[in-house]
């Protein structure tokens, strides 16, 4: 790709961004949209109504002034443990890529582009290759070299350091949260599955015999899991044809009629029916499922403290360790149903089989990689679109294809897969959402490092030889090849994935046109206000695969830096603002994400190590390689010393947090109620009362089960 294109690329992009920006700043104040881009503040009821003025119509900025203020113990307590560092993710990152700018800008872009390897002609720039800000810029054996050595040392020391106290930092918050928070039921709790089935002996009574036996001290009470699959089903039936029902009342009503005629009627009276009709079989169901439904060998195990709960969890709880097998209990709303049933051998082919999907799936994405990259080589076009030839040549539509549309079509095609991974996620038998969100994050993580990296890398470069990659010794010089032809590839793909893609997150484009759609064939706006969580699955995995190219590219391509800086700088303000005011938190994982993130910035550190040798080797410097080889180890070690270090906290609590906060609330009045409370805590939604439903009087099969106000959504 040549400067020009580049440029293209980043000026369409800034237009789109300033755009977003401007559109945003005046629709987020107007009184249509606050359910769009403030729904958590109107959930909350902290929305207030001005009245109209001048300002509505005119941009700002106020709301970065509010984002900037937002401290870290606001964030705590409005967005929890999570919340807070998903905000480090993106601090540390600002502080790992300030260092790198600031050495990348000042030291190491000067003596690229002051090499005279490739031989540049100044005086024509826009149109050569950005090759002449690269390290192929600098000629073969210069001690100039010496330089990216020192550079890569340095930036290595720098990122342990950052990654050490942030690792030292988070897991003393995680304590410190953990003793701050109230009582919560999933810590007094535990999941038991594969309950091993007695002759004669229901699941129920199995459990209860097996606790009080061998947790006599702790064991409160259990609650078996039941298969209540058709009776969920009956119940989202019901409140499909309960809105249906009530949308159709409402449309009529507000049109000015006074009742409802005709094929409307009719329609009204088949849906009433059929309402009718389904909200008995669910209080039939209800009532089967609640006195006597199919137990699955499943159940929620309630003790009297914490540390009774931690030792059921962590010990081995019978002699076959493929029964009684024991998990870490969700909170009651993170619960995931479905997989309940699912046995032991059950969960572990679900699993291989979506690992054999997951790699189907990066696989077959390496078909849009290769249409992607063929973009960026005209000749390539030109070959296969000879009839193209001429207007390829012109030079605005040569920079727009080669500059902006293949990291556009890239990040299309992308935009599809975190739906796809937290699907697979869900079959593998996960019991909570918190934890397929969790890995379906890990899964983005693997499919953007392999798709967006290494098969653009391979794909792109002039080296089509994949043999390489079977003998070990030459990986390097193969990445050493490929990965600086890339640059100006990635430059455009950090702009347009990066700078446009949070723009689009501030603004919500596709919600903002679905919102008004909605009110243009409905009449009025849904009256179920949705307040989301925030996507993990789908940001973290893309802040790490930028950071993955920002440090790989740091010593390499420092034109880089720059770019993935505003990126943070921008995601900083946007994504504060956006947890302040749409994003709410479903569930907490106390800060369970910072291990993935830590290992994936190892991961790209190694990476950078060992196309550090490779490149090293290829510009003549053997010994420089021969000294880099010490620091993937040196790495490698320093991450083994934080995995035994913090990694345990990050897992479970210590018998000495547990303890203590067990004994300072032991004289609490209300652990008393809270225990008692706690055997309700894990009833299956699909089973807990309805209003207007009671299951010892049959003289009420028939009435309504479903009210206004009474639908969960």
Not at 51 to 65: D, H, I, M
Not at 196 to 203: A, D, H, I, K, Y
Not at 597 to 622: C, D, Q, R, W, Y
Not at 633 to 659: D, G, S
Request: hydrophobic share 45%; with cysteine.
């Amino acid at each position: 790709m040549i400067l020009s294109a580049l440029l293209t690329s980043v000026g369409i992009n800034l237009g789109i961004c300033f755009l977003f920006f401007t559109l945003y700043s005046i629709l987020r104040k107007q009184p249509i949209n606050a359910r769009l881009y403030a729904p958590r503040l109107v959930a909350e009821r902290k929305l207030k109504d001005t009245g109209f003025n001048l300002e509505r119509l005119l941009p700002s900025a106020g709301w970065v002034k509010r984002a900037w203020e937002l401290s870290e113990d606001d964030l705590l307590e409005s967005s929890g443990l999570d919340g807070v560092v998903f905000m480090r993710i993106i601090t540390f990152s600002l502080k790992v890529f300030s260092i790198a700018a600031l050495i990348g800008m000042a030291i190491l872009l000067p003596v690229n582009f002051t090499g005279s390897q490739l031989k540049i002609d100044i005086s024509d720039l826009p149109n050569k290759s950005l090759d002449a800000f690269s390290i192929s810029n600098v000629n073969n054996g210069s001690n100039r070299l010496w330089i990216h050595f020192c550079a890569i040392y340095t930036f290595t020391a720098a990122v342990c350091c950052l990654l050490y106290y942030e690792y030292k930092y988070l897991s003393l918050k995680r304590i410190d949260y953990f003793y701050a928070s109230q009582p919560q039921p999933r810590q007094f709790t535990v999941l038991v599955r594969s309950i091993p089935t007695v002759s004669g002996q229901r699941l129920d009574e199995s459990v209860e015999h097996f606790f009080r036996e061998y947790h006599p001290s702790t064991y409160i009470s259990h609650t078996i899991v039941r298969r209540t699959n058709k009776l969920q089903q009956l119940t989202n039936d019901a409140e499909k044809l309960y809105k249906s029902v009530a949308q159709m009342k409402s449309q009529e009503y507000t049109r000015g009629f006074l009742g409802i005629f005709g094929n409307k009627a009719q329609q009204l009276s088949k849906l009433e029916k059929r309402l009718e009709v389904v909200e008995d079989n669910m209080r039939m169901e209800h009532k089967q499922s609640t006195l006597g439904g199919k137990e699955v060998p499943a159940a929620f195990v309630y003790f009297k403290s914490r540390f009774g709960a931690a030792i059921a969890l962590h010990m081995q709880q019978g002699i076959n360790p493929t029964k009684w097998i024991t998990e870490e209990a969700p909170e009651p709303d993170d619960v995931y149903w479905p997989f309940f049933s699912t046995s032991y051998l059950g969960r572990w082919i679900c699993k291989l089989g979506m690992l054999v999907g997951t790699f189907l799936l990066t696989v077959l994405f390496f078909l849009p990689v290769l249409v992607v990259q063929s973009l960026t080589h005209l000749e390539q076009l030109e070959r296969y679109f000879p009839f193209l030839k001429n207007i390829l040549r012109l030079t605005v539509v040569s920079q727009v294809i080669t500059g902006y549309l293949p990291s556009l079509i890239l990040q299309l095609f992308l935009s599809f897969i975190p739906p796809i991974m937290k699907t697979m996620s869900s079959i593998q038998g996960y019991i909570s959402t918190s934890e397929i969100q969790k890995s379906a994050c890990s899964k983005m993580i693997r499919f953007t490092t392999w798709n967006v990296f290494f098969a653009n890398v391979l794909s792109g470069s002039a080296l089509y030889g994949f043999d390489l990659i079977l003998e070990p010794k030459k990986v390097p010089l193969l990445l050493a090849q490929g990965v600086p032809a890339q640059a100006t590839f990635f430059i455009s793909y950090v702009v347009t994935s990066g700078w446009t893609s949070l723009s689009s997150e501030l603004f919500q484009l596709m919600a903002l046109v679905f919102s008004y759609i909605k009110r243009i064939f409905s009449g009025k706006e849904s009256d179920d206000l949705v307040v989301p969580s925030i996507p993990y699955e789908k940001e973290i995995p893309k802040i790490l695969s930028l950071g993955l190219l920002g440090i790989t590219y740091f010593f390499l391509a420092p034109l880089i830096l720059p770019f993935i800086l505003v990126y943070f700088c921008m995601g900083y303000l946007i994504f504060r603002n956006q947890l302040l005011n749409v994003y709410a938190p479903k569930f907490e994982m106390s800060g369970k994400y910072w291990p993935i993130v830590h290992n994936s910035t190892i991961f790209s550190l190694v990476l950078m190590h060992i196309i550090a040798m490779g490149i090293f080797v290829l510009k003549e410097l053997p010994l420089a390689s021969t000294l880099s080889a010490p620091l993937p180890v040196l790495t490698l070690l320093f991450n083994e010393y934080c995995r035994q270090r913090f990694l345990p906290i990050f897992t479970t609590f210590a018998t000495e947090c547990l303890v203590a906060k067990d004994k300072k609330e032991q004289d609490n009045p209300r652990m008393a109620e809270f225990l008692d409370k706690l055997v309700d805590a894990y009833k299956d939604p699909a089973l807990k009362p309805k209003v207007n439903d009671n299951n010892n009087d049959d003289n009420r099969l028939t009435s309504p089960l479903l009210r206004s106000g009474e639908i969960r959504v």
